[in-house]
């Protein structure tokens, strides 16, 4: 996996164990997760931060890009960010987290998936791509984002 991304123009940090690159128009910091040597999350960073005002646009943006995109389908009710949410006073005081999370379709018929039950689709799809916020340090944000292959995490089969 390290391989294909770095054919992709990632290169490799190996003081933080971590590539970096640019992926949908930001500089990220990418990192692998394995189980059993087979990748079941790749996990991206903003390598930047953002004001509270530009991580609702970006966060914003994220969803209308995955909404439509015909390889995803959302895995909840998006809700989108106003102008006026406060997110610092949500996330310290309330501990609120905000995330969209969506099913990766891949070759999947999407024909009558709107029909289907979340647990029928999560039989469907074997992959999900989730975000978040983060609070990075006071007033700064970043986007963290999950690509997951559902087949390759832990089950409990070492306990």
Known sequence: MIQKLKEKGFTYNSTYDWLEGEFNGYQ??????????????????DAYPKSETQIKIRFNTLCNQFEQNKKYLPAQDIQRLSETENISYEITVHDKQYQAAFYQLGDINSTDLYAKSNEELEQLSNNMVWFTISKYEYGEYIIVMFYDNLNNHANGEDL
């Not at 990220?28 to 960073?45: D, G, H």
């Open 28 to 45: 990220v910091k990418i990192s692998i997760v394995t189980e059993n040597n087979k990748v079941w999350r790749i996990a991206l960073q």
